[in-house]
Structure formats: structure tokens, C-alpha cells
């Protein structure tokens, strides 16, 4: 993204009828001066298709937001912001074929999307991987990632959002093993999450110290 702009992301229809009249809306709410310099369309979700808006003349900005884990998203970050998922762990990922073939097909449940660093994604389905399949699952997610192509934060910075994100498991870890179990995860008890999460976070603080 040019300096000086921000984006913004919309949603329409899935035939994409309703795509004029979300600009002209966007195109009138928007402050006086700034004009939508690009679009892109995202992939993602079952119902909608969503665009991202290049905005002229603003900075990006992650918008304060809720997210259901018990903490706020900040007002600014540094760095590059991104279109976040802000629910993504295993049970939402999609995967077709078997074996050595099994690829990913698709990323469902779109609820809480959001707009700010990458780390934030990764955290979140680190922490899962950590308590799901333990420790060393959820520390190699993010060297997968940049492996991968990916971009994240810078060590300390990048543990703020891996730390944030499992604190918010500890009220009570074990609720993200009841559906798994349920599907024939014997292995997970009601204490194998909690005592993960603790190991987890020690391993956190040992890999970024």
C-alpha cells in the first residue's frame, strides 16, 4: 500500500449485484478529498464476495473491534496492515484429497474479520495448534509461514501478539478440546489443554527472550 493511503474492506452478494450500489455508499461516506484508488477482489467466505479499497490520503488503521477472546484490538499498529481472518485455527480450515495429496480447499467462518497485522492470524492458530497438538506444533507455525513467503513482525514484536493471543485461552483452555474430543480426540482431557497452554507460554518467553 502507497504511502498515504488507507483500505478498507466491503462485502456484497456472492453474484455481486449489490457491488454499485456498497461503492457509491463507501464513495459518499468517505471524508472529503478521499477518493477509492484501486480494487481488489479478496477470496474468502461462502456468502459474500469481498474487495479490498485503496483509499487515498489516510493512514491504515485498525479499527477497535472486539474480538471474542477477551481483549480489544489496538487503535494503530506498526508495520504493514492486512485483511485478517481473527478465528483462524484448524477447525476452520477446509481440505480436500488424501494422504501426501490433502490440500487446502477453502477457510470458513468469516465472522469476525478484521484489518491489522498478520501476527495476529498466525498467533491465533499457533495457540491452537499448541494446546491441540502440543507445544512444538504451535512454536513451528510461523517459521512454516515465513518459509512459506509470509511477512510477520520482528521478535519481541511478534511475540507481543503470540503471548496476547494464548493469555486469552487461559480463563478456560479446555473448552477448545470439547469439539475435537467429540470427533474422537480421546487424547485430549479436560487437563491436557490447560497444562499445554502453560508449557506453551514458557516456550514463548524462552524462544523470544
Same mark, same amino acid.
Given at each position: 500500500?502507497?504511502?498515504?493511503?488507507?483500505?478498507?474492506?466491503?462485502?456484497?452478494?456472492?453474484?455481486?449485484?449489490?457491488?454499485p450500489?456498497?461503492?457509491? %455508499?463507501?464513495?459518499?461516506? *468517505?471524508?472529503?478529498?478521499?477518493?477509492?484508488? $484501486?480494487? @481488489?477482489? /479478496?477470496? &474468502?467466505?461462502?456468502?459474500?464476495?469481498?474487495?479490498?479499497?485503496?483509499?487515498?490520503?489516510?493512514?491504515?488503521?485498525?479499527?477497535?473491534?472486539?474480538?471474542?477472546?477477551?481483549?480489544?484490538?489496538?487503535?494503530?499498529?506498526?508495520?504493514?496492515?492486512?485483511f485478517?481472518?481473527?478465528?483462524?485455527?484448524?477447525?476452520?480450515?477446509?481440505?480436500?484429497?488424501?494422504?501426501?495429496?490433502?490440500?487446502?480447499?477453502?477457510?470458513?467462518?468469516?465472522?469476525?474479520?478484521? %484489518?491489522?497485522?498478520?501476527? *495476529?492470524?498466525?498467533?491465533?492458530?499457533?495457540? $491452537?495448534l @499448541?494446546? /491441540?497438538? &502440543?507445544?512444538?506444533?504451535?512454536?513451528?507455525?510461523?517459521?512454516?509461514?515465513?518459509?512459506a513467503?509470509?511477512?510477520l513482525?520482528?521478535?519481541?514484536d511478534?511475540?507481543?501478539?503470540?503471548?496476547?493471543?494464548?493469555?486469552?485461552?487461559?480463563?478456560?483452555?479446555?473448552?477448545?478440546?470439547?469439539?475435537?474430543?467429540?470427533?474422537?480426540?480421546?487424547?485430549l482431557t479436560?487437563?491436557?489443554?490447560?497444562?499445554?497452554?502453560?508449557?506453551?507460554?514458557?516456550?514463548?518467553?524462552?524462544?523470544?527472550?
Amino acid at each position: 500500500m502507497a504511502e498515504g493511503e488507507r483500505t478498507v474492506v466491503v462485502a456484497t452478494d456472492v453474484d455481486d449485484t449489490g457491488w454499485p450500489a456498497t461503492r457509491a %455508499w463507501v464513495e459518499e461516506h *468517505l471524508p472529503s478529498g478521499d477518493r477509492i484508488r $484501486a480494487v @481488489a477482489t /479478496l477470496r &474468502g467466505g461462502w456468502t459474500s464476495r469481498m474487495r479490498r479499497l485503496d483509499i487515498e490520503d489516510g493512514d491504515a488503521v485498525v479499527e477497535p473491534q472486539a474480538d471474542g477472546r477477551g481483549h480489544r484490538a489496538t487503535d494503530r499498529v506498526p508495520g504493514p496492515a492486512v485483511f485478517l481472518h481473527r478465528d483462524f485455527h484448524p477447525g476452520n480450515v477446509l481440505f480436500g484429497g488424501e494422504g501426501a495429496a490433502m490440500t487446502i480447499t477453502g477457510l470458513v467462518d468469516w465472522v469476525e474479520t478484521s %484489518w491489522g497485522p498478520v501476527d *495476529l492470524d498466525v498467533a491465533h492458530c499457533s495457540s $491452537a495448534l @499448541a494446546l /491441540l497438538h &502440543g507445544v512444538p506444533a504451535g512454536m513451528r507455525l510461523a517459521a512454516h509461514y515465513t518459509a512459506a513467503g509470509g511477512t510477520l513482525s520482528d521478535g519481541q514484536d511478534h511475540q507481543y501478539w503470540r503471548v496476547l493471543d494464548a493469555l486469552a485461552f487461559a480463563p478456560d483452555a479446555a473448552k477448545v478440546a470439547e469439539p475435537w474430543r467429540e470427533l474422537g480426540r480421546e487424547d485430549l482431557t479436560p487437563s491436557v489443554p490447560a497444562e499445554r497452554l502453560e508449557s506453551y507460554l514458557e516456550a514463548l518467553f524462552d524462544g523470544y527472550g
